[in-house]
Structures are given as C-alpha cells and as structure tokens.
C-alpha cells in the first residue's frame, strides 16, 4: 500500500501465551515475516489458562529464542484485553494465529469471526508450521520436562535451559528441600 510518504509498513500481530514458546512458534515468525514487514508477538496475561511462567518471564523467553537476523523486524509485548483493543490501538490489521490440526480450526475460526465482529477493520490470517512442528504445543512440552524429558529438539535453548530449572525447582519443593 501506498501512502504520500512512500510505502505503508505491513504490520503484523501474532497473539499467544506462550508458555512456553517452541520451536513451531518461531516457524511461525519466520512465516509472518513473509508476509509482514515487522511483526508484534502480543504475550496474553493469564486469562483462561494457568501460566507455568509469567508474564515477564515468557516476554524475556521469547526474546532470547529469536534469531538474529529478525529480531529487528520482532518486537515482543505483554497485553491484557482484548486482542483486537490492542490491535487497533496499534494500527495493526493483520492477526497470524497457527493452525497444526484440524481440532484447532473450530477455535481458531470461533475467535477469527468474533475479532472481525469487534472490529471489522481486522483480518485473520492462519499460517500452518513445517510439518516437524504440526504435532507440537506448549503443553506437551510442559509435560515432557516435568517427567525429565528431552525437550531440545521442540523449544530453543534458552526456553529448554528455563524449563529444565522449573521442574528441577519444583522437584526440590515437592521433596521438601529448598
């Protein structure tokens, strides 16, 4: 798009919790910014799901698992609120959600048309990850690391490095040391 001062910048907004992020998160990133110039990841404050990490934590997570070379087309920020409140009040008109199976798309299609009844102005594109990531989510992950499991190959190093510490905290306070 055109405006007078050159070429409109192609905004793009990918909402999650992110608890943890995973490797099929940033594929998805990676193909947004196919599409987009520079892409937000909005981290949602708890709402409807209880967070293994908060807010601050899975902002920083994100952060440190994106590679070099986009990180400056990448911001990542908290939100509480509506999605497209905060979509709007960016100016951001374009939501990426990920699809790996067919059980997401009834939800994922649900949220798109509520969006867009919000606020018309919003589209929803849905990106599919590579199909090494179709079948993995956050809370498998989740529960890969808390029975001490290999966890490397579905999330970047620093998230793995962060989960590992979690469940060894959390065995510690299970045991009663400290």
């Known amino acids: 798009m055109q405006t007078e001062h050159g070429p409109q910048e192609r905004l793009g907004l990918f909402p ?74 960016r100016g951001i008109h374009v939501l990426i959600r990920g699809l790996r199976v ?26 599919m990850p590579d199909e090494e990531f179709i079948y993995l989510n956050s809370t498998l992950v989740k529960e890969v690391a808390r029975c001490r499991g290999p966890i490397e190959e579905f999330v970047p190093p620093n998230v793995a490095t962060a989960l590992h510490a979690r469940f060894a905290q959390a065995g510690h306070e299970r045991s009663g040391r400290n």
């Open 102 to 127: 067919i059980s997401d798309f009834e939800y994922e299609f649900q949220m798109a048309l509520m969006n867009k009844r919000l606020w018309d102005r919003v589209e929803t594109v849905f990106l």
């Open 16 to 89: 999650g919790t992110f608890d943890p992020a995973t490797r099929g998160h940033l594929d998805i990133v990676e193909r947004a910014l196919l599409l987009c110039d520079r892409l937000i990841i909005a981290v949602a404050h708890r709402h409807h799901k209880t967070t293994l990490f908060d807010i601050e934590e899975r902002v920083a997570l994100i952060e440190g698992a994106l590679p070099e070379e986009i990180r400056t087309r990448v911001t990542v920020q908290p939100f509480t609120g509506l999605l497209v409140d905060f979509a709007r009040d």
